[in-house]
């Protein structure tokens, strides 16, 4: 009888033992996954953008935003650069050399921080989402975020006046131009006190000029197998100088931003704009009544040389990868960034055509002829003076050298050969 009540004495204890060392452990895995619950919520991202421009400023916003609001265990915090190229690859430099960079990057020429092992391999997944990436050794470093391209902006309502028509060769462009200066309507602003801005008429006559007939014209230029004295780019400067010699530009272009041009075609001021979709926003905002229209410049013998504009777009840097939480929480916010219905806003806001196969609804008409013309009419190329085969700082030389060719300080002899010279000298490759 003793016997049997020790061992159920040992059993009861035993019991208890067991029962008291379970209780104590649950609290401390209650602990532990609460740990990792606020480790995750600890992510936090940093997003460096080129600031400048409205509407991607608003995308930007509503992107990170809508995303933070689906994953508010994960906090975007927003650095931001100055828009215009030249300024936003130094200041990406500039962050880079002390080592805030961030994680996700708003990135152009891709091939610079991606050749230096600054970016990190994107996954498959991801990449596949997007028609544009770049790539380096069979990898995707960067993913394009939209595309854009650029043309002649125009007021509907002054070439129905005038009964005058989309262009089909450049002579009738030119004879569009004729009409609207004999009638005193400024055929053509241009915003050139934003020297960057110039860059719109010379990299089309560029493209349409130089380009189309040698696609790889700057490579060889740094090879000095070509000149800027030679025949096309020789008729690129003239083509350019002959629309402000002719008085087809508005007189007082040097003083005018690329902002202030929304209003002369709002205020049909002036007829023309060469720039962007992105500035219908701007030009209705100012005159919601306004009927734009839009075409591209066709050349001497009728052909569409556009910019398929796809040099930007998004990359994640090394020093996120470090991190596989981080990593993949960057990850996250561009397949978000690509989901049909965010991505179908970024179009719409910024008036830019997809890269990824889903179709856009947009809510102009005038955007839509902008993607049916560039599907159906344009000759494209994503080249242009300022990409990567330009050597560096050259892009600003020119548009300001072009800026003294047209006052006429230079003749053409004197501009080709300093072209030449300026070309060589930021190539560090002085002539003999």
């Known amino acids: 009888m003793k016997r049997k009540l020790l061992i159920i004495y040992f059993v009861v204890i035993m019991i208890g033992s067991l029962t008291s060392c379970k209780a104590s452990q649950q609290p401390q895995e209650e602990k532990i996954s609460e740990e ?30 809508r995303f933070m609001e689906q994953y508010p265990n994960i906090m975007i915090e927003l650095s931001s650069g ?95 131009c004729s009409v609207l200066k004999k009638y005193r309507m400024i055929p053509i602003v241009v915003g050139g006190k934003d020297l960057w801005h ?26 000095g197998t070509v000149s800027w004295s030679d025949n ?10 002959y629309l402000f010699e002719k008085g087809y530009v508005v007189e007082d272009y040097q003083k005018i931003s690329d902002s202030s041009t929304a209003s002369y075609i709002a205020n049909s001021k002036a007829a023309m704009l060469y720039s962007g979709p992105w500035m219908f926003s701007k030009i209705t905002e100012l005159n919601p009544k306004i ?3 839009w075409f591209y410049v066709p050349d001497d013998e009728g052909k569409y040389i556009a910019f398929n504009d796809v040099n930007s777009g998004w990359a994640i840097t090394s020093d996120c990868a470090k991190d596989q939480k981080k990593y993949d929480a960057a ?40 993607l049916q013309d560039f599907r159906k009419k344009a000759i494209l190329t994503s080249d242009q003076i300022g990409s990567y085969d330009t050597p560096e700082n050259f892009q600003n030389y020119l548009f300001m050298y072009v800026n003294d060719y047209i006052e006429g300080k230079y003749t053409l002899d004197e501009i080709t050969g300093i072209l030449d010279d300026t070309w060589d000298n930021c190539n560090n490759k002085p002539k003999d």
């Open 82 to 176: 100055t828009a215009s190229s030249g300024a936003y690859i130094d200041f990406l430099k500039n962050k880079d050399a002390v080592g805030e960079l961030g994680d996700i990057l708003d990135i152009r020429n891709m091939e610079l921080l991606a050749e230096s092992g600054r970016l990190a391999a994107l996954p498959e997944d991801l990449a596949s989402l997007v028609n544009n990436s770049f790539q380096l050794d069979g990898k995707t470093y960067a993913v394009t975020a939209t595309c854009l391209t650029q043309g002649i902006i125009y007021n509907k309502k002054v070439f129905e006046l005038l009964n005058l028509q989309e262009p089909k060769t450049y002579e009738e462009f030119l004879n569009i």
């Open 331 to 370: 990850v996250q916010f561009l397949k978000f960034f690509y989901s049909e219905d965010i991505y179908s806003q970024v179009c719409s806001i910024m008036n830019a055509m997809p890269v990824t196969n889903i179709d856009i609804k947009y809510e102009s008409e005038v955007q839509d002829k902008v």
């Open 36 to 65: 990792e619950n606020s480790e995750d919520k600890d992510i936090k991202l940093v997003l460096t953008y080129a600031s400048g421009d409205a509407s991607w400023n608003k995308v930007v916003d509503l992107v990170t935003r």
């Open 232 to 241: 096309e780019p020789r008729q690129m400067l003239s083509h350019l100088k």
């Open 198 to 223: 110039m860059g719109f008429w010379v990299n089309h006559f560029f493209r349409a000029d130089v380009l189309y007939h040698n696609s790889d014209w700057q490579l060889e230029r740094s090879n």
């Open 291 to 293: 009927d734009l229209g």
